[in-house]
């Protein structure tokens, strides 16, 4: 059974949390449904999906065997101890996908919210009317002044899936500059 992340030795490193979540403790031992799904957790944005297969070989975890003399342990160099016997792994063959810090509250409240900007952080575009903050792709999360105006807050890049969630208030977004520009984008709004 692996550490728990309070007793991790000076050289652990905590990757991240694994969970199972269609796991059932009252299931049978013989349902492997749970085995198809498999979420590793990195930090708190992104997570990996894969599942649990059965090694074709089993695996034997091995170390040098230690001696006490006194109060100073020492390795003997030819024994050898099996910690553990390894039979299955779990394989993650797709891309990390982000996540939110809300994950945690369940598929109702779920959300893949990257990050919170300040609009104030983002970039106004006068001409195409929208705000612009850089992605971790390279590319840009974009959101329109329209969408905004009508109190949508989550600006998405059209290259990755990541999204942002936008802090503003509205009545710190530019104003239309004259009355023409408030029919022209009533126009663009308004389904036919």
């Not at 099996?82 to 598929?107: C, H, L, Q, T, Y």
């Not at 705000?131 to 329109?144: A, M, N, V, W």
């Amino acid at each position: 059974m692996p550490a728990s992340p309070t007793s991790l030795s000076p050289e652990s490193i905590a990757v991240g949390r694994l969970v199972f979540p269609d796991y059932n403790s009252s299931s049978l031992a013989d349902d492997k449904t749970w085995h198809k799904k498999v979420y590793l957790y990195v930090g708190k944005h992104q997570r990996l999906t894969g599942e649990v297969k059965k090694l074709p070989k089993p695996l034997a975890v091995v170390r040098r065997k230690l001696r006490e003399q006194g109060h100073q342990r020492q390795e003997q160099e030819d024994e050898l101890e099996v910690v553990e016997i390894v039979s299955w792994k779990v394989v993650f063959s797709n891309r990390p996908e982000p996540v939110g810090e809300m994950e945690d509250a369940g598929p109702a409240k779920m959300t893949s919210i990257y990050d919170e900007i300040e609009i104030e952080d983002m970039t106004y575009d006068t001409a195409l009317q929208i705000y612009h903050y850089p992605c971790p792709c390279g590319d840009r999360f974009e959101i329109g002044i329209a969408e905004l105006r009508d109190g949508e807050d989550i600006a998405v890049c059209p290259s990755c899936s990541l999204m942002i969630r936008v802090v503003f208030e509205v009545d710190d977004l530019p104003k239309l500059e004259d009355e023409g520009d408030a029919q022209l984008v009533q126009q663009v709004e308004t389904p036919a």
